[in-house]
């Protein structure tokens, strides 16, 4: 690990961490939502009768909702969807998620969040969702944790991952910081690109079914299997991001 953390420093030029934020995603990271999601996606796109990949939408996971549905017309019709087939294809989605989402929090999520909180840094969410009942269903179940003023959703972006500008934003949110005064912590290879894109060091906790590689390929810096194996090596990353200097 403090190999990983000194590679990051040379990378990009940095003396030091300074931590000051965890940036987290938030479906895969902190919701076991991912895989209604998928099954939505799916049931919308085949009802359709719009033809998608294996795996596609774990891997168009983070893109803002009209992004993804522009990638499966352009690959069906060599065109991207009106704004009323956008609202239709959404709305659909949107109903068949709330209706297969188990709402579960994934295993030590809740843990890491109190961990990072105990040591003095700040939670940051980005996240590419555009639901409406987003903050009461994080005060629900991570209460006080996150605020309008430290989220980043799609309403707040006009660009969303792979961009970086989820991230870049997310550093603001987190108190104008610079890349090296916050970690990220993602699950999906757009959302990896887009934090790596904005020069933050990116934990990958692959708790979908892609294989490692492509978070590796996306430029993740090291993989944890589950957000409690992560919690596990939280307090080495900590005491090295405290230590290091290059």
Same mark, same amino acid.
Do not use: C
């Given at each position: ?13 940095? $003396? ?10 938030? *479906? #895969? ?42 990638? @499966?017309?352009?690959?069906? +019709?060599?065109?991207?969807?009106? *704004? ?31 961990? @990072?909180?105990?040591? #003095? +840094?700040?939670?940051? =969410?980005? $996240? ?5 009942? =987003?903050? *009461? ?5 991570? &209460?006080?944790?996150? $605020? &309008? ?14 961009? &970086? ?13 610079? &890349? ?16 790596? #894109? ?9 708790? #979908?079914?892609?294989? *490692?590689?492509?978070? $590796?390929?996306?430029?993740?810096? @090291? ?24």
């Amino acid at each position: 690990m403090e190999q990983i953390l000194s590679d990051y420093l040379h990378t990009h030029s940095f $003396t030091h961490f300074d931590l000051k934020a965890v940036i987290f995603d938030m *479906d #895969g990271v902190l919701y076991d939502s991912m895989p209604a999601h998928d099954k939505s996606w799916q049931q919308t796109m085949d009802e359709m009768g719009l033809r998608h990949l294996p795996h596609e939408f774990y891997l168009q996971e983070g893109r803002i909702g009209q992004s993804t549905i522009d990638t @499966v017309f352009q690959r069906n +019709l060599n065109r991207n969807a009106t *704004d009323e087939e956008v609202k239709k294809i959404y709305a659909r989605k949107t109903e068949l998620f709330q209706q297969y989402n188990s709402g579960k929090i994934l295993p030590g999520a809740a843990e890491v969040l109190e961990y @990072v909180q105990a040591n #003095g +840094l700040k939670p940051v =969410l980005v $996240t590419g969702s555009g639901q409406p009942s =987003l903050l *009461d269903r994080l005060d629900t179940h991570f &209460p006080g944790v996150f $605020t &309008p003023q430290t989220m980043v959703t799609a309403f707040d972006v006009k660009q969303g991952k792979p961009h &970086p500008e989820p991230y870049l934003m997310g550093l603001q949110k987190g108190g104008d910081l610079k &890349p090296n005064q916050a970690i990220v912590i993602e699950n999906a290879p757009l959302g990896i690109k887009s934090a790596v #894109g904005a020069g933050i060091f990116t934990i990958a906790v692959n708790t #979908g079914p892609l294989p *490692d590689s492509v978070l $590796t390929e996306a430029g993740a810096s @090291v993989i944890f299997s589950s957000m409690e194996k992560l919690l596990e090596t939280m307090p080495e990353i900590l005491r090295l991001t405290q230590t290091i200097s290059i």
